[in-house]
């Protein structure tokens, strides 16, 4: 692998940081499908690849999801939204495959980072699983949710939340 490209993954982990506003226009249909590609690069326990997508651009769609959430701006105003789901049937061990989809998530927000867009990971919504997946058409025993994350370009000049002091984590080096 190529020192630029290392440099760049590196670069993009401490650069992205959540993205709850956004400019209007819409990133291209390429670039959404390019980062949801670099999700399915995630790694997966005996590389099941459990994750499913809904790629939701509509605004009829955003409308009724924004009621099922505290966010509602957030999703209202995303230029697009991706809902993340596990397909329980290529599923098998709870908590490995939401390992394998935090994973997911993680790559396309970093992907998504790398070609100027921002996302935010919306967890909140989960309280309404089950609503989102009525409006999605999705069976509700089929899938189970994990995420909605809300992609577009950045317009957010909010305090970029830290982290605590590397030592702090480390309980011990042997
Ligand atoms: C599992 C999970 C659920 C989250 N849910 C929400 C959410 O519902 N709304 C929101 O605004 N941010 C949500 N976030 C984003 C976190 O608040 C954010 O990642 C954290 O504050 C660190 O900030 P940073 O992403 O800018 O580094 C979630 C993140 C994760 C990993």
Redesign the pocket.
Known sequence: MSEELVTSVIKAIFE???I?RFRPEKPPREDLLKIIEAGIWAPSGHNNQPWRFVVIWSEDIKEKLSKLSH?SQ?IKKAPVLIGVFLEKKAMYHQIKDHQSAGACIQNIMLAAHSLGLGT??????LRNEDRVKEILGLHKEEYEMC?LLAVGYPDDKSK??GRNPLSTFILKEM
């Open positions: 992205r940081r959540s709850r966010y957030m935010c990971w919306i967890g909140e919504i995420a970029r939340a």
